[in-house]
Nanobody
């Protein structure tokens, strides 16, 4: 069984930064991809950033240049560095991994951007 635990969320002022972490445990091989989604209040869950097995990355348009997704394979941990945060980035952020044809999700971490 795969377990994902997110951390690093919190309250930050506009223009500030946060780094989210997603620690994976269990059998995550073969790993086909991983990424971050978010759900803002009253909205559907949307993709934020994805990193493939080969390490290639993709971002939602509104996150390009501000967010950076990365991973440390030795630690089975994925990160999301978020800079220049805006109030509209306020959401619950979820990480996921795809192992074969199954997606596993974390419990989510709240990010609130407010002055």
């Amino acid at each position: 069984q795969v377990r994902l635990v997110e951390s690093g969320g919190g309250l930050v002022q506009p223009g500030g930064s946060l780094r989210l972490s997603c620690a994976a445990s269990g059998n995550i091989f073969p790993l086909y991809g991983m990424g971050w989604y978010r759900r803002a209040p009253g909205k559907q869950r949307d993709v934020v950033a994805i990193i493939s097995r080969s390490g290639s990355t993709n971002y939602a348009d509104s996150e390009k240049g501000r967010f950076t997704i990365s991973r440390d394979s030795a630690k089975n941990t994925m990160y999301l560095q978020m800079n220049s945060l805006r109030p509209e980035d306020t959401a619950v952020y979820y990480c996921y991994v795809r192992v074969l044809n199954t997606d596993y999700w974390g419990q989510g971490t709240q990010v609130t951007v407010s002055s």
